[in-house]
């Protein structure tokens, strides 16, 4: 436990090193911010300087951004916010700051070289624009008029006249592609900030994408975790919501949020004008009055397609003589047609998994095929020793709420996420030996990332390659469920043979195959040329497995600009969809407001869809 005496010492630290960067920044004294930093040090800055996401290492990177942005940014108001810490020899700080056109939290990590308190990792955030808040708190609306006025317009007439009008005779600034968690989560944040805004969604309610998944299907986060902007779950919501509790929960978010929500409508091509600085959107909207083909013409498009785009289907020499059933796992409706059936399930991750213990469940025959290493982890000891700390009830009685778990997670660079990472993960190799061992036996091939760092890492990273059990493991290891390695090499009249001869019948073959980058299904309506301008979405470019380099230090093409002018991607998890559309948001409302946006370092474009 930290003694008075420490906070003492921890916040004379602090603040001392707080106002040498502020003094040094206020002089415009690089040279002197550059020395307040350790040799191996992380600046992770969230829109506030380089209107990006952008993550500089070491002092050469440090220079580069202070010199390319401290003049426009005009930092200033360097104040702490909270008690600073100190413990295993660093000091930490939560503090606030503004800029010329803003307001931000940082978080700072102070460690001692040769005697002077020097910086480790520094994030700043933009938390909002000055003259453009949010109406919260002392300046929500009123919501009613009061007194008497024969023009008087109702809440439910402004609305009926805003739905009707806006994408027909008032183009939208934004035009959001997707319409599940990510673009709901961005349109909450900006119908907030006052950025007329269309989502469409080709489903036809909000929520959609979760009913339709197999049965099955659950959150494998917990509650803490996945909270919504603005309205988080009840108290009494259950720690892993099961798909259609959350679809409905979307659904009702979309229409208490007042979101513009275009249910049944496909976007079918979307080309940018440089000239008058607007896409040309043409969507296809079904109604019960049949189908209608709308151009919207906003200035900024976002594609919200979630981590994934295209459902990932190998193409097998044969397949037409098969004569069961071929699914993707993100077409598998449950396993109640398939009792007595036999089912072979082609992958070993999260989808794999929940499908084969279904399918087990009704009494089908199910192999799986595992065609690579897998990583896996309890979903108990996930929570006990992952995200225990951070997402959970003794965070909140510890005084950790989402918002603060969220910022101490942010405030890590990814360059050193995966040595924080790692120890929860050498835990529970240790904790769960013995399910280990079984599995292994079991011929399961297991791993826990290129550097033993684990889950989330490795969801960083590329997307796939886990799973968070939930209870079918134990149907693997104990052989309930039948394991196969190896490749499929075609299919067969009755099934499917793999590259060393084996042939497994099936009377359905599902392919938990994954998905393919967001931008390829993007390329779909913006164009193949526009995809390849931007370049792959996701991963960190860490030379891992797919996870091909350069290095990146941020989330590649994710919630910032990209090469493509107006174009921009939302998604992730439901924490990353809460969390950064936060930021993607500011930088939409910036935009609308003309206000002057010099992006540092733009993202570079990478292996090409």
């Known amino acids: 436990m930290t003694t008075t005496q420490e906070k003492s010492a921890a916040r004379t630290t602090a603040e001392g090193w707080l106002n040498a960067f502020a003094d040094a920044l206020s002089a415009r004294d690089v040279d002197r911010a550059v020395s307040l930093f350790a040799d191996e040090c ?75 308190p020097k910086a480790w990792t520094l994030l700043t955030t933009l938390d909002e624009l000055k003259g453009y808040e949010e109406p919260m708190r002392e300046n929500r609306p009123m919501g009613a008029e009061h007194g008497a006025n024969p023009d008087r317009t109702t809440w439910l007439e402004s609305r009926e006249q805003e739905l009707a009008e806006l994408g027909r005779t008032r183009d939208p600034e934004v035009v959001v592609i997707g319409g599940g968690q990510g673009g709901i989560a961005l349109g909450a944040r900006l119908r907030q900030l006052g950025v007329p805004t269309i989502i469409v969604e080709r489903n036809e309610r909000p929520g959609d994408s979760w009913r339709k998944r197999y049965k099955s299907l659950a959150l494998h986060d917990p509650v803490w975790y996945d909270h919504l902007p603005y309205l988080k779950f009840p108290d009494n919501w259950p720690v892993f919501a099961p798909k259609d509790k959350i679809g409905d929960w979307l659904e009702f978010y979309t229409r208490i949020m007042e979101l513009n929500y275009w249910g049944s409508t496909t976007a079918k091509s979307a080309e940018f004008d440089e000239s008058s600085g607007r896409w040309d959107v043409v969507v296809e909207r079904a109604s019960a009055d049949g189908t209608e083909e709308i151009t919207l013409r906003p200035r900024q498009l976002v594609v919200a397609l979630g981590v994934s785009g295209k459902p990932n289907i190998p193409e097998f020499p044969g397949r037409e003589q098969f004569q069961g059933e071929v699914q993707h796992s993100s077409q598998h409706p449950g396993p109640d047609a398939y009792a007595g059936k036999k089912v072979v399930v082609i992958g070993s991750n999260n989808s794999a998994f929940d499908i084969c213990g279904s399918l ?98 490795k969801y960083l990273r590329r997307g796939s390659g ?53 931008n390829g299904l993007a390329a779909d309506i913006v164009g193949q040329d526009v995809a390849d301008k931007v ?29 493509q002018q107006n174009l921009w991607f939302q998604g992730g998890n439901l924490h990353q969809s809460r969390f950064y559309s936060l930021y993607l948001a500011l930088q939409l409302k910036a935009r609308q407001e003309g206000l002057d946006t010099p992006v540092y370092a733009l993202q570079e474009s990478h292996h090409l869809s």
């Open 42 to 116: 992380y600046w992770r800055d969230l829109v506030s300087f380089t209107w990006n996401l952008k993550t500089v290492e070491h002092h050469d990177g440090v220079r580069d951004l202070l010199e390319n942005t401290l003049d426009v940014t005009d930092p200033g108001h360097w104040e702490l916010s909270a008690e600073p810490t100190q413990a295993d020899g660093v000091t930490e700080a939560w503090f606030t700051f503004e800029t010329a056109v803003g307001r931000g939290t940082g978080h700072l990590r102070l460690v001692d070289d040769a005697g002077t």
């Open 360 to 457: 087990w469940e009704v009494g089908a025959d199910v192999t799986m095929v595992q065609r690579s290493s897998t990583h896996i982890i309890k979903s108990s000891t996930l929570m006990e020793y992952g995200l225990g700390d951070l997402y959970s009830e003794r965070a909140v009685r510890s005084g950790i709420d989402t918002y603060t778990a969220d910022m101490i997670f942010a405030s890590l660079p990814y360059r050193i996420m995966a040595q924080f990472q790692k120890p929860a993960y050498d835990k529970a190799r240790e904790v769960d030996a013995d399910y280990y061992a079984k599995l292994e036996k079991a011929g399961f091939e297991l791993d826990f990332g290129d550097d033993d760092s684990g889950l989330f890492m």
């Open 466 to 518: 886990y799973y968070i059990d939930v209870g079918a493991a134990e149907l693997v290891a104990d052989g309930e469920v039948k394991l196969v390695k190896g490749q499929v090499a075609s299919f067969t009249e009755k099934g499917v043979q793999l590259d060393d001869g084996t042939e497994l019948e099936a009377d359905l073959v599902v392919f938990a195959t994954g998905y393919r980058s967001m």
């Open 535 to 563: 370049g792959k979405v996701w991963g960190l470019g860490s030379d891992t497995t797919k996870d091909p380099g350069p290095w990146e230090g941020e989330e590649r093409n994710m919630w910032k600009p990209t090469q």
